[in-house]
């Protein structure tokens, strides 16, 4: 009797010890599962953030991708147009007048442009692919479009507030508005032909540098030797006479300054056959 209740406990334990593995393994199994949903939630996730990106970027993805491309390409034109546009008093002759016409249709424009490049700025921003390392700031066109999207709240931002009644504000706003041009090099995205110039312009900037410095040289060679050769008022500095270097050597020629003497002129020649190929 006494070993058949040993062997009963040696039983029941044994039935304990399978339970309790049952549910550790089962248990094991929960959190591998759910692992699993995590990581292809993960993937799934970045999946569609590049396809974003392709999406964004590409405009030979899809045909959606292609109109956006040319909203985008559309967009910058006419808010380029409007911001030279505005500046024309036949045009929009009481756009300093608020609550008139001119008004009206410059500060709705102002508000579409801003609403359409904050998301797609924001778009940008989420699907880059190397967003954790911040290299979005590091990019010079993604520079660009922030530099160029910050008038446009600044703008607003001084509109509602007090400080525009306390001080004049039409120096900001010039110096806003012309932030916004560099909004034209968004053009340089959708265009692989202006890519490569820009990338060869960078690639050879020693060379240019060079050819930059050699050519003021040259001006300022001719503009000194001018000045004291010639005076008088149409010469009346070194910096009046590298003008007119800068603008013979340019074949440009406005006339405004013409050498008198004949030294002045044997002075001049030389500039003048130097720009001759």
């Not at 970027?57 to 034109?77: E, G, Q, R, T, W």
Request: hydrophobic share 45%; proline share 3%; net charge negative.
């Amino acid at each position: 009797m006494a070993e058949l209740r040993y062997f009963r406990l040696m039983l029941d334990d044994s039935s304990h010890v399978m339970d309790d593995d049952v549910l550790s393994m089962g248990e094991h199994e929960g959190e591998e599962s759910d692992n699993v949903n995590t990581v292809s939630r993960g993937r799934a996730i970045e999946q569609n953030r590049l396809y974003l990106h392709e999406f964004l970027n590409n405009p030979h993805l899809s045909l959606f991708s292609l109109a956006y491309c040319c909203l985008d390409v559309l967009m910058v034109i006419v808010s380029m147009l409007f911001m030279m546009l505005e500046t024309d008093k036949e045009i929009f002759p009481d756009i300093q007048v608020k609550g008139s016409t001119s008004y009206e249709i410059v500060h709705v424009a102002d508000k579409v442009f801003m609403i359409f490049f904050s998301i797609d700025l924001a778009l940008r921003a989420i699907s880059w692919p190397e967003y954790r390392q911040c290299s979005y700031v590091k990019e010079p066109s993604n520079v660009l479009d922030i530099i160029a999207l910050c008038p446009y709240y600044i703008e607003h931002v001084l509109r509602l507030s007090d400080i525009s009644s306390r001080i004049d504000i039409v120096a900001i706003l010039r110096a806003m508005r012309l932030l916004r041009m560099v909004r034209i090099f968004r053009f340089v995205r959708h265009s692989n032909d202006l890519f490569q110039i820009i990338r060869f312009v960078v690639e050879t900037r020693g060379q240019l540098g060079i050819i930059y410095l050699f050519s003021h040289i040259i001006i300022l060679l001719f503009g000194s030797v001018m000045y004291y050769v010639e005076g008088g008022p149409r010469f009346e500095s070194i910096l009046s006479s590298c003008w007119w270097s800068l603008v013979t050597l340019s074949t440009l020629g406005y006339g405004d300054q013409v050498p008198r003497t004949l030294v002045g002129g044997l002075v001049g020649s030389p500039a003048v056959m130097a720009t001759l190929r």
